[in-house]
């Protein structure tokens, strides 16, 4: 491609190929993007699954105002009482955030737009992938996996589409399906999703609501200091007893002074009791341990 006359955009360029008889594969071609009228643009209501954050809008409104780039939406055609609508499937915050900058003067000439081609599981598996930069909060995916279950999607279809594990989609479906009041304390910041699902899965089955239980480790938290319930609430409040690897180590040195005398007391063979003497540090060690464990039985009793 020599002598070429003075190009200075790509709608240039793409003229003088086509003009000039390159080959098609050589050539520039154009993508589904157009720019359309701030007005034809509509929101689904209930669609997206979360709601809008206005930080993160206006953080679009100024890169709008400022002429930045901005990715285009993707939107669905779409005749509402007769007039052509585009329907947003991924970019609620860039077009909440461009009316607020056109609200505010910035005289934008549109909305850059890709046409979604696709059905309502399309929709949301893009929805879901795409976040518009900002990571889905895990009761948010979980809504969306919710709905792609809905139009019969299996676990493993779900975890292979959005390349995640089998067992990251059934916990968050687990949450997603859980109880208004329980997801209300997930929203409200008061628990962390992770050991909401920790009590979910523990209870299940049992007929138990884990509303109280939640609510108990949330009290304790507070009583402890801290904003909100963590996975350590929930340890304690199932009674599971967890380790440090310290602890560990410091437990499996205590009793490796053991391994003879406790072999040599073996081999006499019978029913006859064993004696393990401890010096005070090892006996100290596995006394913590210990005390640890039944510290966590009894608060899952109470």
Known sequence: MTDLPRIASFRQLDEHLKKTGVPRDEQMIRNNIYIAPLDWFAIEEGFNLRPIDPDHAEGFAKSYEQGLYVPPVVAELKIIDGNPRLVIREGHHRLTGARIADGRGANLPGLMVNEFKGN????????????????LLPL???????????????????????NRSITHV??????????????Q??????????????????????????YPKLLGMIEGAK??????????????ALGKFKVTPKEAMSA???????TGSLRDQLKSGGDAQH???????AAESLLKILEKYEASQNTAEA
């Open 185 to 210: 304390l997930v929203r409200e910041g008061a628990i962390k999703a992770s050991p909401v699902i920790d009590v979910l899965v523990e209870l299940r089955g049992t007929g138990q609501d884990p």
């Open 252 to 258: 499996f040195s205590a009793l490796s002074g053991l």
């Open 170 to 183: 059934e916990r968050l479906l687990l949450l997603a399906n859980a109880e208004e009041n329980v997801k």
């Open 223 to 236: 009583a402890s200091g801290r904003t909100r319930a963590t996975g350590s609430d929930a340890n304690k």
């Open 120 to 135: 309502q599981s399309d929709a949301v598996v893009m929805m879901i992938k795409t976040s518009e930069g900002k990571e």
């Open 140 to 162: 948010e995916r979980g809504e969306g996996y919710k709905r792609l279950a809905g139009q019969n999607w299996s676990p493993a279809q779900i975890a292979d589409r959005m």
């Open 275 to 281: 004696e393990l003497r401890l010096d005070s540090k």
